[in-house]
């Protein structure tokens, strides 16, 4: 009766009191262990019947289970930490095994032997318990608490540590800091999973779209565990990797650290070689963590705050017009070849019947004053004048500046623990962080790129409950919730209407796209390699309320567990952008078909012209509240076939909702098997010789359909996503595991999208209207009248009012309604050896096999895209220049405002190549999550871990790997919706060592433990640690189209020139790509890396210790150069231009430990 009593008061907390305190509920995956074991008599034959004690040598938890039949024994929910285990029964003396530590998501096998004796008589176990997995063919990786104390890590990120694992490779950048969310899921984890890794903390998700929202100070964290490949069926909502993180939990004593890191520009190299200024590292960071009982034995809590002042180095290259180019002045601007750079004058352009094209060039290859554009010349004033001469003839790179980013960021996180009573447990935890960031005006002008401004802020809790409802049976809740911020906001580079009306007086063209918009920046002039102003800017507010509950039951041969999980998330977006101005040198080239800009025309050039083309647009960008849901349901049975055998197998049912906006306020798609009956009744006039030469009817069809109350999804979601786990343990004798494991992942496609913004689903909800295209290469508008209202007016968003005829004449995106789910299937085997009490070899062979994958990144897509509204490409090959032959507009003015709204019915003249499209009615058609795209990756990976022990810990690992991803190869792929495996440019060779050891001098040391206090001053309480990192160079991908003779490899590559440059030309026009992406052993840089530590730790009295270490980042102030430029048309092809890593750092460190 007590026991249901209780019960009921469980079930009352979880429905009554939590979601009140949190206003939502979700699911997440467990983060604690296993331990079991078989309990035998001296002949090996099982005890059933004998008492197993754990005991939590912190916090003195109990728990005690009897042996069963077969002298079997589990204890499941374990809490990461230290443990001592016995085993004992009548007639048999005691056995004791101390100093137990029990990882995060373990499953550590302790057997017991009982020898004949009196239960008085104990014998006690030192050595450490075996590490090999004999129950579970999980693949995965812990980082333990000495690790994450000792290794040297820049960022203060504990998921940073994940890099130790070579099979974990880092997509984001170097600076990883916490307060960057993208910098938490930005890995692959055993193949492509960056920004689809979920991501948990205490078990909690904290994923919001593709991006982490908290990550705890490192003084906070227990441990954490990478997986690979999870055959247990409890993990999902990921593309296959897992980072499970444990933060650390108060005992009965009082302890804790403050602590100060800093450093100092005076005692660093130069952050780059390139740019050679002085390095403007300055950073003060610190915090204080405190841990103790609240109530002895049964009450802890753990409190933990750091807080950072930071300086950080970022690096600009740009390529700036000169004093000359200024003033439109090109006579002394030479090409990479020694030749001048001509310019030629885009209005003088002619198409010749025999598809030659030709323009005249600008006299003395100076522009006149009277072709400079007005608005040109005044954004030329807040350009800054070159810094350095440039890296070669042609002043490329000739703007070099490093400046700081400014971080102001605190962290505070908090867990309670209280032990009820003997069955029944729970943990809460609250965590916050606050940040702003910022970086100075460095050149002193409006133009000025604000690229650090903004806050990232977030709050992250979790509740977790364990109830025992019999030794064999436990059940389990948890619940977590999410809030979290991340905005561009820089008010130094804030410009106001009033600033845009410095550059265009009298002509507040933007005023109907800049009214509603939070902010106005600088606009984005993007010229050559320089880029000024702001482009898109963001503002993000997600939400996430999790849930999942689970019962756990061991009932003689098989472990199972049945649960469900909940995941509801909210998001606030907005991806506001008043325009981009992209200038490029093809419109003062010598010709506008295919033009080799490495020899003429120059993009500074183009700019002072202002001649526009359809690749400069401005926007209107409503703000998106969008809901997605998760479900899930498991079954996991870990079956014990035998005592060497043990099968894994489970199943899993995954369903994700498409996205829902609050209002409706979503497109779903184009149905283009509907006719539109304006058009059917009356055709556009398209001339019959144009119509000729298109090899596929025209189809006058084409329905926008909207969501509505009674279809409020994006599109129709996968339902029968079936997910299925299985593997098998062999153990082959006591300290070695043969283990084999497949796992089914379905992508979510929340990570997907990644950010509401990126749906494809606000068409009638923003708007965006392009710059007129080049009339047979002749500018039609300028910079200084972008978008005359009588020839090109804005359009304006035109929400549901429109209906059908949404976006006709316009391009339009939508996703594919019903699809194929993206799926990974990993298939793994590996062997692990103990080879002593404390060190593990372990090698794996891994193979994923993706399905219907959408395109890399963490940034967020729609999925993979096709356009659906394709000119065949070999009109192209055959009828050459003909097509960008310009003729009248069949579709100007055609029908009325209301039935073709689009930006095609106020162009007079269009490309004949424009009309024969299959619906010439439209622009690209591009349709999200297009299926067919597959990915193959295959690992082979050796790991030597030993676990800390007399004073030393090591870790080192080797990963190889070979990965092939499907892509179209030309545009007539393309066309075809034919795929091509495309071999990876990621490097295939990675190897990561790293270790800890203190010197065996001084106090608790194994030499000289007894000398006196002097001695041990100078000689005790040294250690050391360190990480090497090693990567082979990447593959060096030619993404553009190029004609190849000849082998591009050379012997000796050097950063000026790091392939035969000779053997590639630019590519002949209209004829399909043949060159290769890749060329087997031309790779780029490797990359190597070596942090250290040196500490020394001083006794102050018994209860506190001092402790002084200096970290070295690059130690050996290594220059690991960048990637070579693979673009054929720049003034830089063939060479590395930049520095990839940063200089030599020294971080000093001062802790109290108490």
Do not use: C
Not at 47 to 58: D, E, H, K, Q, S
Not at 172 to 193: A, K
Not at 784 to 796: C, G, K, M
């Amino acid at each position: 009766m007590r026991n249901k009593q209780l019960l009921a008061t469980v079930i009352a907390l979880i429905n009554l009191v939590l979601p009140a305190l949190f206003s939502g509920l979700a699911f997440a995956q467990d983060y604690r262990a296993r331990v079991q074991g078989v309990v035998t008599d001296p002949s090996g034959a099982a005890l059933p019947g004998a008492t197993v004690t754990l005991i939590n040598t912190n916090t003195n938890d109990t728990i005690v289970r009897q042996s069963d039949e077969r002298g079997r024994y589990l204890f499941d929910f374990v809490v990461p930490g230290t443990y001592s285990v016995s085993a004992e029964l009548s007639g048999f003396g005691k056995a004791l095994q101390e100093n137990v530590a029990v990882v995060t998501r373990g499953d550590h096998t302790l057997d017991f032997g009982l020898q004949l004796g009196n239960i008085d008589e104990q014998v006690t176990v030192q050595a450490s318990a075996v590490q090999v997995q004999f129950n579970t063919t999980t693949l995965s990786k812990t980082i333990d608490g000495k690790m994450l104390k000792e290794m040297p890590v820049v960022a203060r990120n504990p998921f940073s540590l994940a890099l130790l694992d070579p099979a974990v490779v880092n997509r984001y950048g170097t600076d990883r800091n916490p307060y960057f969310q993208l910098s938490t899921t930005g890995v692959d984890i055993g193949g492509q999973t960056s920004g689809r890794v979920d991501v948990l903390i205490d078990g909690v998700p904290i994923g919001v779209g593709s991006r982490g929202s908290y990550s705890p100070p490192m003084d906070a964290v227990q441990e954490f565990t990478v997986q690979q490949n999870s055959v247990d069926a409890e993990f999902g909502h990921t593309a296959g990797g897992v980072m499970n993180l444990s933060t650390k939990a108060g005992t009965n004593e009082y302890h804790g650290t403050a602590y100060y890191f800093g450093r100092n520009p005076a005692l660093n190299a130069v952050s780059n070689s390139v740019t050679r200024e002085p390095n403007e590292v300055r950073n003060h960071i610190g915090g204080v963590t405190v841990g103790g009982p609240l109530l002895r034995n049964r009450l802890f809590t753990y409190f933990a705050y750091e807080r950072w002042q930071n300086r950080d180095p970022h690096t600009r290259l740009m390529t700036l017009p000169t004093e000359l180019e200024r003033t439109g002045d090109f006579s002394q601007s030479y090409n990479r070849f020694g030749e001048l750079r001509r310019i030629y004058d885009p209005t003088t352009t002619v198409l010749n019947p025999d598809g030659t094209v030709t323009r005249q060039p600008f006299p003395g290859n100076k522009i006149p004053e009277s072709q400079l554009d007005p608005t040109s010349l005044r954004f030329m004033q807040d350009i800054p004048l070159p810094n350095g001469p440039g890296d070669d003839i042609t002043n490329a790179n000739n703007y070099k500046v490093t400046y700081p980013w400014e971080i102001s960021y605190w962290n505070f996180s908090n867990r309670t623990d209280w032990l009820i009573n003997d069955k029944w447990r729970m943990f809460a935890r609250y965590s916050m962080i606050r940040t702003r960031l910022d970086n100075p005006n460095y050149a002193n002008l409006p133009s000025t790129p604000s690229d650090n401004g903004g806050l990232m802020n977030s709050l992250n809790s979790a509740v977790d409950t364990v109830y025992t409802l019999s030794p064999r049976t436990v059940l389990n809740f948890r619940m977590g919730v999410v809030y979290s911020e991340d905005d561009y906001d820089s008010d130094w580079a804030k410009l106001g209407e009033e600033g845009l009306a410095q550059y265009w007086p009298n002509n507040p063209w933007y005023l109907s796209y800049t009214q509603e918009q939070p902010a106005i920046y600088y606009p984005n002039l993007q010229v050559g390699s320089a880029s000024f102003g702001k482009g898109n800017y963001w503002l993000f507010h997600p939400r996430k309320y999790s849930y999942q509950g689970n019962i756990s039951m061991d009932r003689g041969r098989h472990y199972m567990k049945v649960g469900g999980s909940f995941r509801h998330a909210y998001e606030d977006s907005q991806l506001p952008s008043f325009g981009t101005f992209p200038f490029s040198a093809a419109v003062t080239a010598d010709t506008f078909v295919s033009p080799d800009t490495s020899r003429t025309g120059d993009a500074w050039a183009s700019f002072l012209t202002g001649a526009m083309t359809d690749s400069i647009r401005v926007n209107h960008v409503s703000p998106k509240h969008t809901t997605m849901n998760q479900y899930a349901v498991f079954f996991q049975d870990d079956f014990r076939f035998s005592r060497r055998i043990t099968i894994n197998l489970g199943l899993r049912y995954e369903y994700e909702t498409a996205p829902v906006e609050s209002q409706d306020r979503l497109t779903r798609y184009l149905d283009l098997d509907n006719p539109i009956p304006e058009m059917q009744a009356t055709p556009p006039p398209i001339p019959e010789s144009v119509a000729r030469l298109n090899n596929v009817p025209y189809e006058y069809a084409g329905a926008w359909v909207y969501a509505d109350s009674e279809h409020r999804g994006m599109y129709d979601p996968p339902r029968n996503l079936i997910l299925p786990r299985i593997g098998v343990a062999f153990r082959l004798n006591d300290k070695t595991a043969l283990r084999a494991g497949y796992g089914r992942y379905a992508i979510p496609m929340q990570s997907i999208f990644g950010y509401g913004w990126r749906l494809p689903s606000d068409d009638g909800f923003n708007a965006n209207t392009s710059a007129l295209p080049l009339d047979e290469g002749r500018p039609e508008t300028y910079v200084s009248d972008p978008f005359p209202a009588s020839v090109n007016p804005l359009l304006l968003p035109v929400e549901k009012s429109l209906g059908r005829y949404t976006n006709l004449g316009n391009d339009a995106a939508f996703v594919q309604q019903t699809f194929k789910p993206p799926v990974n299937d990993r298939i793994h085997v590996s062997i692990q050896r103990q080879l002593t009490n404390s060190m593990v070899l372990e090698a794996t062979y891994i193979v994923n096999l993706g399905h219907n994958l959408p395109p890399e990144g963490q940034g967020g897509n729609a999925g993979f895209g096709r356009d659906l509204n394709q000119i065949d490409p070999q009109l192209t090959y055959e009828h050459k220049s003909l097509l960008n032959e310009t003729i009248e507009n069949p579709f100007y003015q055609y029908l009325t405002p209301e039935t073709f709204p689009g930006q095609l019915r106020n162009q007079q003249r269009v490309t004949i190549g424009s009309l024969l499209r299959p619906y010439p009615q439209y622009g690209a058609l591009t349709q999200g999550m297009t299926e067919g795209r597959e990915n193959r990756y295959q690992a082979v990976q050796l790991r030597l871990q030993r676990s800390f022990s007399t004073g030393v810990s090591f870790f080192a690992g080797y990963n190889y790997n070979r990965e092939k991803t499907g892509d179209y190869f030309n545009q007539i792929d393309r066309y075809a919706n034919e795929f091509t495996m495309i071999p990876s440019s990621h490097p295939r060779h990675r190897i990561s060592m790293s270790g800890t050891y203190e010197l065996p001098f001084g106090r608790d040391r194994r030499l000289l433990s007894n000398v006196p206090g002097v001695v041990e001053a100078i000689l005790g309480g040294w250690s050391t640690s360190g990480i090497f990192q090693w990567n082979s160079g990447a593959a060096i991908r030619f993404n553009g189209q190029m004609e190849v003779n000849g082998d591009p490899r050379i012997d000796n590559p050097t950063r000026d020139e790091w392939f035969d440059t000779s053997a590639f030309s630019p590519m002949i026009a209209f004829t399909p790509r043949t060159n290769p992406y890749l060329f087997e052993g031309l790779t780029g840089p490797t990359f190597w890396n070596i942090d250290t530590t040196l500490s020394k730790e001083f006794r102050v009295s018994q209860r506190f210790r001092l402790e002084f270490r200096m970290e070295a980042y690059n130690l050996t102030n290594s220059f690991m150069p960048t990637q070579p430029v693979t673009d054929v048309l720049s003034s830089t092809f063939g060479r590395s231009i930049n520095q990839a890593n940063k200089g030599r750092e020294f971080q000093y460190t001062m802790r109290l430990h108490f």
